[in-house]
């Protein structure tokens, strides 16, 4: 079992920044993916980044350039520094884990302003 603590969620205006982290304890897996989803309401749950541990990266198309993902192995805890933010980006915002299996976090709220 592997559990996510997200932090960094919060209301923010339009062209802000904000940054998310998550922690993963328990059987963490040396090889293993973790990143950011998010759910606006009414929508399915999109992929926003994920990051493996060594170090490969994607993203979802309009984040690129604003969002970065990052992490620390050492800490099992990977962030995602959001700026020039969006209303387009409100949105409850998951933290993930997979390796054999896919862990959620208990998400956090973003939201953004006019």
């Known amino acids: 079992q592997v559990q996510l603590v997200e932090s960094g969620g919060g209301l923010v205006q339009a062209g802000g920044s904000l940054r998310l982290s998550c922690v993963a304890s328990g059987s963490v897996a040396r090889s293993n993916v973790m990143g950011w989803y998010r759910q606006a309401p009414g929508k399915q749950r999109e992929l926003v980044a994920t990051?493996?541990?060594?170090?490969?990266?994607s993203y979802k198309y309009s984040v690129k350039g604003r969002f970065t993902i990052s992490r620390d192995n050492a800490k099992n805890t990977v962030y995602l520094q959001m700026n020039s933010l969006e209303p387009e980006d409100t949105a409850v915002y998951y933290c993930?884990?997979?390796?054999?299996?896919?862990?959620w976090g208990q998400g956090t709220q973003v939201t953004v302003s006019s």
């Open positions: 990051m493996s541990s060594g170090g490969m990266t």
């Open positions: 993930s884990y997979s390796a054999s299996t896919i862990y």
